[in-house]
């Protein structure tokens, strides 16, 4: 299974000023190694984190509380963050991007119930205006393996905060 969304910086090596991922790609492929992205992110859409789907719950754009983790991209004055706090009597988290966001950046929220061994993907939400935006939210627990990660795509690449609770 291949995963590009969280990927390290495997694959993504400049080569001639082209990217070098499929290369990349095909010799780890080659010699029996799969590339994935930490600890195997499941692909999953937007629609399978909203309305009410796998626990998820729809929020605002403009939703904001704690911050628990950020990424800053002080070139392109944007910040990803895991965010939490109290929506309808319930404590969740969410991802958000803010700032100089641009349409067709992109905020996904990464969960894991087991540690970080594997991930649910929430999202991607994309901005269409260059409006902020958040993720579906999820409930939080004291489970120490019930973990979130807040990720973005922007005109850099993929920017992940290192993950939560």
């Not at 095909?26 to 029996?32: D, H, I, R, T």
Request: proline share 2%; hydrophobic share 35%.
């Amino acid at each position: 299974m291949i995963s590009w969304k969280c990927a390290s910086s495997i694959g993504r090596r400049f080569v001639g000023g082209k990217v070098a991922s499929a290369v990349t790609a095909a010799v780890l492929l080659a010699g029996g190694m799969t590339l994935l992205g930490p600890a195997g992110t499941a692909q999953a859409a937007a629609s399978d984190c909203e309305g009410g789907r796998n626990g998820f719950i729809d929020i605002s754009d403009s939703a904001y509380d704690t911050m628990a983790r950020q990424v800053t991209l002080y070139s392109e004055g944007i910040n990803i963050s895991v965010q939490y706090g109290y929506i309808r009597g319930v404590q969740r988290g969410w991802a958000l991007i803010a700032g100089d966001v641009q349409p067709g950046n992109q905020v996904w929220l990464d969960w894991t119930r087991d540690g970080g061994r594997t991930w649910i993907q929430c999202g991607p939400f994309t901005s269409q205006g260059g409006e902020n935006k958040t993720s579906a939210a999820q409930r939080t627990s004291t489970d120490a393996n019930w973990k979130f990660r807040a990720c973005g795509s922007t005109r850099s690449g993929i920017h992940c905060t290192d993950p939560w609770w």
